[in-house]
């Protein structure tokens, strides 16, 4: 396919690969921000070309890893009512609740479809109007303009049996939060290279700054990969904390104009509680006051619901950067894909269900070999 | 969650800016396209698809950049450009 076979080559991402290894004088801990990047990493085994001093962390760029469990018990809530239609992405299906997750729901009668846009939702509220729809609306500065035009046109076409559940999170605040912790090991981020292409990357400078910290916007073919690999390397070694932007072919400074002012006319800025991580502030979308009656806790009053994580779950420090999946005794054993603990086993960008996808026993023989280390 | 495919509009439709839907050709498969973000772009254009929207129409001179930050580097110098 055009635009992706070709950043996949073997010879090239072996030039990328000796080039950084020409630079590397020190050691450099880079986290890639995005779950699709992590996603990449771990198949294409770009780590393991890199040079040993260079280490990438997995960040906290997973929507469905980083949506808090009493939101996906209001999901539940709402899911099992039988005037209710709940659409949602495929992957937010499997992430367990509290008591259960939403295939159960759907398995017990519950109507739940899985939707490829949130506009499909949309034509599901115009061919059921005595029913209900709910959308799940997860996600990063991506999703948003698909979510807010869903919206926007509900209110429109006066589509009034139509709702979302909103979860949508912000990345800048998310890599502020990792930056401040005491805790932090991150000296350069690869930036979400499909986040920019909706935002543009102007908001990076200060936080590059701030922290003096490199941040390189980055795509996610292989090649893209190392190529922001290797000019956050470069500045590193040369002391810089400047943004760059490896993935021109999408991402311009400003961003996509007509996308951000859907955005702001439909969405406001909300504090928003990451799972495993916390409440970040000013982290997340929240739907504006003229479009509230759209969404779904007021509209099926599941405002004020609470949750505890399962206390053996790591994923908080795993999407922190701060362990790696095989780092956790349940790793592979009390949590898998099919029976997961925590949303960083489900999704398949979440940077456990990564590794035990591609790195299954590789990955103990790993942790054993660290452990002597 | 953040995956957006680059495909090929073979088609525009629409005359209400916000709904100007194109078909696009994903390697052989074809769906229906949200174009609204991407006002710019024309049939023959590569757009990046996420969840049924256009977020971006691919710049072709800019694509090339990768090999040329490769070849600038000398680790190019064996290999042919590629043909995109």
Redesign the interface.
Known sequence: ????D??R?E??AQ??A??ISRITTRPWTIMEV???QTHAIVKFGIDELLPKQVELVHGP????CVTPLELIDKAIAIASRPEVIFCS?G?MLRVPGSAKDLLVVKASGGDVRIV?????ALKVAQANPSKQVVFFA???E??A??NA?AV??ADNQGIDNFSILVSHVLVPPAMEAILSSAINRVQGFLA?G??C??MGYEEYGPIAAKYQVPIVVTG?EP??IL?GVYMCVKQLEEGRAEVEN?Y?????REG?L??QE?IRDVFRIVPRKWRGVGEIPQSGLGLREKYQRFDAEDRFGVTDYTAEESPECISGLVLQGVKKPFECSAFGTRCTPEQPLGATMV?S?GACAAYYRYRGVRASALAAATKEI | MCLAVPGKIISISGDDPLLRSGRVNFGGIIKEVNLGYTPEANVGDYVLVHVGFAISTVDEAEAEQVFEYLREMGELTELEAPSI
């Open positions: 396919m055009k635009y992706v070709e950043y080559g010879p090239e030039g990328f000796r080039a995005c779950g699709g760029g997973c929507p469905v992405f992957d490829y846009s949130p506009m499909d997860v996600g990063f991506t999703t303009p698909a035009m926007f046109q979400a499909h986040v292409t909706v996610f090649l893209d190529q490896q021109t072919r999408s991402v311009r996509n007509p996308a859907l999704s960008e």
